[in-house]
């Protein structure tokens, strides 16, 4: 297996090159592939990369693990920094874990063993081995049985005669019983899951340990079946308290079994493939870490869509979705927006790298969601090159927009200077209130 690390808009080319974050060398099936990965993302409307030419292409925003039927696996990691190097590759891959922990809500083991902070290997070979480790702590707890109904043909009463398969009972055959009876088996939907992804924690698994636990575990649910339907075996996971010890590892299992991924791309894949779009992996992180820094007299609300653009013959047009809305009392003080984006405080010539179709976007949405008169913040990854606000962008004298960054590091929001919310944010928002 061929191992490939880059971060996010990184070139990948057939042709042999030296090897970097930025740019490395692959097959020529793997090259195909991933053109053919593209293709099928843009039915959807997502973009995975851009095909430069017939030698070279670029990734886009997503990040995660992508293994291609001829067996190389590419690694994409966050772009937080232009500065490469080992360090920066793991305290990269560190990020990402940290954030896919906390966005997807995983219930990540804080002992030493298990530590995000220590594990030095690849995303997929954390995602398999607390996987791995959950499903132990399952079977210690114990494996969920249940009845399933057997229709079955046996020379003796067992369970309830089946009457109407009985009269139709060819002539010759009237001693045999048609009957119906129950077992009390493992063979459940979850039970059924959880074996598939294990078998295939056992096939692509290239740490010891690991590999170690999941041929044990595999061993010891050797009777339960896989999964023939994985979409519908989801749909029926139980969530009642008796199958509460089972909650823990349902995430787990649905990123091995490649459920967490924004589409589809299982069936010609041999591997486990993992993607996220950077964009709304920062959103839904900035969401969770602002919740916990708000007064508890405010709310958050998340993908708003109340507002149009305009209207047309009565009918709302164009329907105006800001990230993320401060509101009290159901009134709303603030509307923040999150862009992962790398900008540089001090480019004021080139525009700070800002887009302006950023600013119509939060211009269009403090008209309609706070009547012009309320903050705007315009919210960026903290790097070296930005790690203060800009000075406030007013687009009149009741309304301004920040440009602030959030520290991924301390999973704080630096706020403007002139905004205390620590000491008093209750101050601060009131005088927006209409």
Known sequence: ??????????????????????????????????????????????????????????????????????????????????????????????????????????????????????????????????????????????????????????????GQLDVTRQMRQPPGKGHIFQINHDLFLTDRPENRLLKSAIDRVCKHTQQVETWRLSHEISTLISDIPQSKCIDIDFKQWSKDRLMAHYQPILPWCE???????????????QGISLLFPMEKLFERYVEIKIRKQLSAIYSLKRQASSKYLCAHENDGMFRLLPDLLIQRDGQNIAVLDTKWKLIFSTDKTNKYGLNQPDFYQLFAYGHKYLNSNGPLFLIYPLIDTFSAPLPSFDFSQTQELWVIPFDLEKDMLHWPASWDFKRDITTQLNRYTP
């Open 1 to 158: 297996m061929k191992y490939v690390v880059v971060r996010e808009y990184a070139r990948l080319t057939t042709d042999t090159i030296e090897a970097t974050i930025d740019q490395a060398s692959v097959s020529v099936s793997a090259f195909e592939y991933l053109c053919n990965l593209s293709a099928l993302y843009g039915k959807s409307g997502a973009s995975l990369l851009q095909v430069e030419n017939r030698r070279w292409l670029r990734l886009n925003n997503h990040v995660g693990v992508i293994e291609t039927p001829c067996g190389t696996l590419l690694e994409i990691l966050p772009k937080t920094t232009k500065e490469t190097g080992d360090n920066k590759t793991q305290a990269s891959r560190d990020l990402l874990i940290k954030m896919l922990s906390v966005a997807l809500d995983l219930p990540v083991r804080n002992s030493d063993k298990t530590n995000i902070s220590t594990f030095r290997h690849s995303l997929l070979e954390w995602v398999m081995k607390e996987f791995t480790l959950a499903f132990d702590q399952l079977i210690k707890c114990g494996v969920r049985f249940d009845y399933k109904r057997i229709e079955d043909e046996q020379r003796f009463l067992r």
């Open 255 to 269: 990123l091995v079994l490649s459920q967490h991924m924004p589409l589809s791309i299982r069936g010609n894949t």
